[in-house]
């Protein structure tokens, strides 16, 4: 799986603790989700896309698509 | 205020922990039963103290920066971790039982049981440690 997380964080000037904290998650949580590593529930990928103002699948990209 | 009285919680379940731990080695001490198992035990409580301590002082600092103590992503590490603990252990268990067996049959005196318990419960609970500690590390397969 893929994100543009950073991408977008990066247009927002926002950090990952700063992420972290507006969708009440820790910081390794954003990292792992940004590097690939944890596929994050229907939820919360909802609520990072919402901070973003972007959608889920913009957000993120399966190896498949 | 959910993450404050899980952490108050917490201190709460350490805290009895080491009354009912420190009275159990005050009260082996004056019958003097076994002196060897009290200071293992002693020094096991001051190591539970420590570890509780270190962790209590992380724990109080992350609730004044508001990161939440657990999140989807740590629950299902430790969800991972305890499953895989659960089944590693039945198979060192059923293993140690045959270990147990061929000593029964050949005469040779082992450990009684109440130790071998603490033993699978000890292994068990670094197993899951270690295993918390891997996947926290390099991420829970999806």
Known sequence: ?65 | MEEEARFWRFVGIVVTILVVGALFVIVSLNASVDNWATLMSAAILVSMAVIALVVARKKRKELRNGIPSEDERSRSIRMRAGYLAFYINLYFILGMSFVHGILEDNQVSSLPTSEWLMIYVAAMGSIFLVLNAYFSRKGVPG
Request: aromatic share 8%.
């Open chain 1, 1 to 65: 799986m893929k994100t543009r997380i950073k991408e977008l964080r990066a247009r927002y000037d926002m950090t990952q603790d700063d992420l972290a904290k507006k969708i009440g998650v820790r910081r390794e949580t954003i990292l792992f989700i940004e590097n690939g590593k944890y596929i994050p529930s229907l939820k919360l990928a909802h609520d990072i896309a919402k901070v973003l103002k972007t959608t889920m699948d913009e957000l993120f990209m399966f190896e498949k698509d």
